[in-house]
T-cell receptor
Framework: GENVEQHPSTLSVQEGDSAVIKCTYSDSASNYFPWYKQELGKGPQLIIDIRSNVGEKKDQRIAVTLNKTAKHFSLHITETQPEDSAVYFCAAPAVYNTDKLIFGTGTRLQVFP | KAGVTQTPRYLIKTRGQQVTLSCSPISGHRSVSWYQQTPGQGLQFLFEYFSETQRNKGNFPGRFSGRQFSNSRSEMNVSTLELGDSALYLC????????????FGSGTRLTVV
């Protein structure tokens, strides 16, 4: 079955700096890779996703890159702000053509003013 | 557009009791998945329902069960509660069939004493 590994587990950056979180997956058939942000007391919120026919996707200050050959994908946040502080999860489909996702273990991002 | 609604938000139960949690998906979403979130284990998949049928199941004991109604609302039940069942239980809805776009509710915080 699918296995998703996520690094680092914690990340501290200064406001304005960039942050990068990396994930690897095991199933080469996986075709959809979402990223979620979870703030304290809330459920995870989808912030960006990418499909396997695309190498990079951007949405304002966040971007996701996908390397299918190496089976890894990364979240990039530029010009970080204190409100970016949260736990970020990557995920990959566990079973083809269903919505069951396997999540990484999460990265706690802290942005210091 | 209403989001995913989970009730109740908080529950305190005693060991040995049973509990039922409810999830109302986004209108039009036919897939509902349940996850258990704990600090040590991250987001663990419980099960997925699609059109009233359990389509995927995680590695949890039979004390954890669920169902989905014709209006796509879902319930999960935990019988004979143990201290280790204390967790945040999250449900997520989507259109199903690998379409992505999982949307999470805010979760039910279950504490077993």
């Amino acid at each position: 079955g699918e296995n998703v590994e996520q690094h680092p587990s914690t990340l501290s950056v200064q406001e304005g700096d960039s942050a990068v979180i990396k994930c690897t997956y095991s199933d080469s058939a996986s075709n959809y890779f979402p990223w979620y942000k979870q703030e304290l007391g809330k459920g995870p919120q989808l912030i960006i996703d990418i499909r396997s026919n695309v190498g990079e996707k951007k949405d304002q200050r966040i971007a996701v890159t996908l390397n299918k050959t190496a089976k890894h994908f990364s979240l990039h946040i530029t010009e970080t702000q204190p409100e970016d502080s949260a736990v970020y999860f990557c995920a990959a489909p566990a079973v083809y053509n269903t919505d069951k996702l396997i999540f990484g273990t999460g990265t706690r991002l802290q942005v210091f003013p | 557009k209403a989001g995913v609604t989970q009730t109740p938000r908080y529950l305190i139960k005693t060991r040995g009791q049973q509990v039922t949690l409810s999830c109302s998906p986004i209108s039009g979403h036919r897939s509902v998945s349940w996850y258990q979130q704990t600090p040590g284990q991250g987001l663990q998949f419980l099960f997925e329902y699609f059109s009233e049928t359990q389509r995927n199941k995680g590695n949890f004991p039979g004390r954890f069960s669920g169902r989905q109604f014709s209006n796509s609302r879902s319930e999960m039940n935990v019988s004979t509660l143990e201290l280790g069942d204390s967790a945040l239980y999250l449900c997520a809805s989507s259109r199903g069939q690998g379409s992505g776009g999982y949307t999470f509710g805010s979760g039910t915080r279950l504490t077993v004493v």
